[in-house]
């Protein structure tokens, strides 16, 4: 009888791994579900939960509603509970959702592209002033946020919007999120390529489409052909940039893979070419490997960016062609650094000789009522387009030259400047804990309050020319980094800090020094952190003052906060 074979132990002395456990990929691991959110997905998906909020909960309120469908399915229709008022950042992380969440939604209105009419403004400004409280918010993926929300009132909502042309479907969930557009497609003069017509098609197919409506994680898509690359592209799974192709012309590079939250990771190219007419191809594509290979069974390593880390940039692109698309892709260039801010803040002219005016409110807080009021104003200087944008802004199509200067200034007293400072441009801010429940401290005032006490404190900087050109200032109200804090020169992640009498105080951590590709940036790069470098939130103006001074009077000629900040010693930083 033969000796039996030796183990792994006895061969090498060391206990045998375990067996690779499976990511959940489709393609490799089949379907069977591999925790309890894709049990769910598979059970009933997201979107069959519209029929049930119409004709059961919506009569039977608040406490009629499933908790599967309350805290999962809800959100394939742009419905959050939102926090419930009182409860301090330090519960966050403790109460379960049932304890934390009120009885009341927010509500995500999708805007492809940032399209909007001004009538389709005073639809949203209307619902918000009878259904929201008057609340409005612009994000900074171009959509607008309602708060307030009871699920008695949502079919009205509904009818009320899709009346209009604009929706709520898949503006949340395990979907393909709302594509972010550049706000001056089809207007700005020095335009690459319109992109309008490849984000029709993809959202007119297959946004409500049950092919993609259970995907691992959230799926990003972001889309431009204006040169100043003002999409955020690289901290999205699916980003198209316009580049003019030496042999094929205008058309998109292709990036896939970025995302930020507690495990940041830019999208890389893929080196190929994308014409016009196979966008949407392209976009399946990428949307089906994602469906079909991407990680299911943890939650927290089921986005695009963990499956691209693990391939490559090479393998994607060989998987995307052999497996997805009907013929491969050309080689295509790189787009060229940008020509110009993305924001696109202050008057520009179109290229039919109108103009386009980028107006800022502060941390992209409005309301319903000046929603109504701004489409009054603009329709009655003949205009009736207008955009959202990326970084919390409006951008205010085809107005006549001869109205430019008073519109500016009706345009002021509604708070919405096309001329502001430094810090009302450059800052933005995620919903905080005034509404989300994942949120340990507050934003939108914390941020303004402390663009206010900037422009005061910092005017002699401003008034003799030594402040940036450009910065930004972006504060989040935890770690999941809605408002971009490893992207920003100043990134502030709130947390909870000792008050130094045994309790403990809302604060921030800070990250300095990051970016996207920009006008002064020909590479985008996160946020460098100092240990130990944390800040108060009653401490917060002190330390922003302090540090722009510090860069003020240490920079080398035309040095960048950024390249400052990545330079400088750390006790410059603090």
């Known amino acids: 009888m033969s000796a039996p074979a030796a183990s792994a132990e006895t061969r090498t002395g060391r206990p045998s ?84 969440e009120d009885k009341y939604f927010m509500l995500r209105v999708r805007i492809d592209g940032g399209v909007l009419s001004t009538d389709q403004l005073r639809v949203i400004g209307g619902i918000s002033t009878e259904f929201a409280r008057d ?77 993609f409506a259970n995907l691992p994680r959230k799926y990003k898509t972001a889309i431009t052909g204006h040169p100043s690359q003002d999409v955020v592209h690289e901290i999205n799974d699916f980003a198209l940039v316009g ?33 016009p007419e196979r966008t949407a191809e392209v976009w399946v594509g990428v949307t089906s490997i994602f469906r079909d290979y991407g990680y299911r069974r943890l939650r927290n390593k089921a986005r695009l960016k963990y499956l691209l880390a693990d391939w490559g940039p090479e393998k994607f692109r060989a998987v995307l062609e052999e497996e997805y698309l009907s013929a491969p892709l050309p080689d295509g260039p790189a787009a060229h650094k940008p020509t110009s801010p993305g924001d696109h803040v202050g008057v520009h002219r ?36 207008l955009r959202t944008t990326p970084h919390q802004k409006l951008v205010l199509l085809d107005i006549a030259e001869e109205h430019v200067a008073e519109l500016r200034a009706e345009l002021d007293r509604l708070g919405l400047s096309s001329a502001p400072s430094l810090f009302r441009r450059g800052t933005i801010a995620c919903t905080g804990i005034e509404f989300c429940k994942l949120a340990i401290v507050d934003t939108k005032t914390t941020a303004a309050a402390a663009i206010t006490e900037l422009e005061t404190r910092l005017k002699d900087l401003a ?80 330390y922003v003052e302090r540090l722009i001074r510090q860069y003020t009077a240490a920079k080398h000629d035309d040095e960048t906060f950024a390249q400052w900040a990545h330079r400088a010693e750390e006790g410059a930083l603090k």
């Open 243 to 275: 580049v003019v192709h030496p042999e094929f012309g205008p058309g998109y590079d292709l990036w896939v893979g970025g995302g930020l939250s507690t495990n940041p990771r830019l999208a890389e190219r893929l080196g190929v070419f994308v014409p």
């Open 350 to 385: 179109q290229k039919d000789g109108r103009f386009y005016l980028g107006v800022t409110p502060v941390v992209g807080r409005v309301s319903g009522s000046t929603l109504v009021q701004l489409a009054d104003l603009l329709e009655a200087r003949g205009s009736y387009r």
């Open 463 to 542: 008034d003799s020319g030594e402040l940036p050109q450009q910065l930004s200032l972006n504060i989040n109200g935890c770690p999941n980094s809605c408002a971009r804090i490893q992207t920003a020169d100043i990134g502030l992640k709130g947390q909870l800090l000792p008050d130094g009498n045994g309790g403990q105080t809302p604060g921030f951590q800070v990250h300095l020094g990051g970016g996207l590709a920009a006008v002064d940036r020909a590479e985008p790069g996160l946020g460098r952190t100092v240990r130990g470098l944390k800040v108060t939130a009653d401490g917060l103006v002190d």
């Open 17 to 100: 791994r375990p067996p690779t456990k499976p990511h959940g990929q489709w393609k490799v691991d089949g379907t069977e579900p591999l925790n309890g959110n894709e049990e769910w997905k598979q059970q009933d998906g997201g979107l069959n939960v519209r029929q049930r909020i119409e004709q059961i909960y919506a009569k039977g309120g608040f406490d009629s509603i499933e908790a599967t469908d309350l805290h999962g399915r809800f959100r394939w229709w742009g419905l959050y509970t939102q926090r419930r008022p009182g409860i301090d950042g330090g519960k966050t992380a403790t109460l379960e959702p049932h304890e934390l």
């Open 135 to 211: 609340t409005a918010d612009l994000t900074d993926r171009q959509n607008i946020q309602l708060h307030w929300i009871r699920v008695e009132d949502v079919p009205e909502i509904w009818n009320r919007l899709e009346a209009a042309g604009l929706s709520t479907t898949e503006a949340c969930g395990d979907v393909p999120r709302v594509i972010l557009g550049s706000p001056v497609a089809g207007i700005a003069a020095d335009e690459i390529i319109d992109p309008t017509p490849a984000i029709r098609e993809i959202a007119e197919r297959y946004i409500g489409d049950e092919s």
